[in-house]
């Protein structure tokens, strides 16, 4: 794994996941230039394992995936990459295979691609996870007839298009609001099949019990109401639209 400015940046949120960090960095593919790993309140050696292993480290106290998600991207403005991929600590999304991901955003024939999971073991998505997973994409193919197959946390986009979308969401909003938001701006949009593990280590902060399944699923569901509802808009409130914040022209 390498570091500094470039033109592939990887943004890795994190919370108490020390053992599954440091397997995870070293599968970082070369096509990656700089890594943020986002310390999302956690009460181990996560930043500590980050640093060792090479990648920056981001501190974010605001629990939730999309606040470390904006705090990684704020982490990039000061010297913006071409793409901006993310993807999970616990090893589950499998980041050696990034390579695959960035391929049609380098090659200029998409600016959002999506890691369709392919799971290697049964056990790798909980059946409340492929459940709500299968009733949003079919909402979103009802409501705006795109036919994505999976909302999963590895993706990689263009920083132009980043700023497109305008992200606000900050916890289990951020993946589906990401895809909504893309249909709506016209983006180019791959999903690429790819290995779906079980997590290296630790606990799952979401699936492990039934209130964090239910949580995450109401968030979801919440989200493309919203976006449903929502007036077609190209500028954001000023307190609330990332682009308003870090894109400037």
Not at 13 to 39: I, Q
Not at 50 to 61: L, M
Not at 157 to 184: C, H, S, Y
């Given at each position: 794994?390498?570091?500094?400015?470039?033109?592939?940046?990887?943004?890795?949120?994190?919370?108490?996941?020390?053992?599954?960090?440091?397997?995870?960095?070293?599968?970082?593919?070369?096509?990656?230039?700089?890594?943020?790993?986002?310390?999302?309140?956690?009460?181990?050696?996560?930043?500590?394992?980050?640093?060792?292993?090479?990648?920056?480290?981001?501190?974010?106290?605001?629990?939730?995936?999309?606040?470390?998600?904006?705090?990684?991207?704020a982490a990039l403005a000061g010297?913006?990459?071409?793409?901006?991929?993310?993807?999970?600590?616990?090893?589950?999304?499998?980041?050696?295979?990034?390579?695959?991901?960035?391929?049609?955003?380098?090659?200029?024939?998409?600016?959002?691609?999506?890691?369709?999971?392919?799971?290697?073991?049964?056990?790798?998505?909980?059946?409340?996870?492929?459940?709500?997973?299968?009733?949003?994409?079919?909402?979103?193919?009802?409501?705006?007839?795109?036919?994505?197959?999976?909302?999963?946390?590895?993706?990689?986009?263009?920083?132009?298009?980043?700023?497109?979308?305008?992200?606000?969401?900050?916890?289990?909003?951020?993946?589906?609001?990401?895809?909504?938001?893309?249909?709506?701006?016209?983006?180019?949009?791959?999903?690429?099949?790819?290995?779906?593990?079980?997590?290296?280590?630790?606990?799952?902060?979401?699936?492990?019990?039934?209130?964090?399944?239910?949580?995450?699923?109401?968030?979801?569901?919440?989200?493309?109401?919203?976006?449903?509802?929502?007036?077609?808009?190209k500028t954001p409130h000023p307190?609330?639209?990332?682009?308003?914040?870090?894109?400037?022209?």
């Amino acid at each position: 794994m390498t570091t500094g400015s470039g033109e592939v940046a990887l943004i890795i949120p994190a919370r108490n996941e020390e053992l599954s960090l440091p397997t995870v960095l070293k599968r970082v593919p070369a096509d990656v230039s700089r890594v943020v790993v986002v310390d999302n309140g956690s009460t181990d050696a996560t930043a500590a394992v980050a640093r060792a292993h090479g990648a920056e480290v981001v501190h974010e106290p605001l629990p939730g995936y999309g606040s470390a998600c904006l705090a990684g991207i704020a982490a990039l403005a000061g010297n913006p990459p071409a793409v901006v991929a993310f993807a999970d600590a616990d090893g589950s999304d499998g980041v050696e295979n990034l390579t695959a991901l960035l391929a049609p955003l380098l090659a200029g024939a998409a600016e959002l691609a999506l890691a369709r999971r392919v799971t290697v073991a049964s056990r790798a998505l909980s059946p409340q996870q492929r459940f709500g997973n299968w009733l949003a994409t079919r909402l979103i193919r009802l409501i705006w007839d795109h036919d994505y197959q999976d909302l999963g946390p590895m993706r990689a986009i263009t920083w132009p298009a980043l700023a497109e979308l305008q992200m606000e969401d900050r916890n289990f909003g951020w993946t589906v609001e990401m895809q909504i938001r893309a249909i709506k701006a016209g983006l180019r949009v791959q999903e690429i099949p790819l290995p779906y593990h079980v997590r290296l280590a630790g606990e799952s902060k979401i699936s492990r019990t039934l209130s964090g399944v239910a949580r995450a699923g109401t968030k979801i569901l919440w989200v493309i109401g919203r976006e449903l509802l929502r007036a077609e808009q190209k500028t954001p409130h000023p307190a609330r639209g990332l682009k308003a914040h870090l894109f400037k022209e």
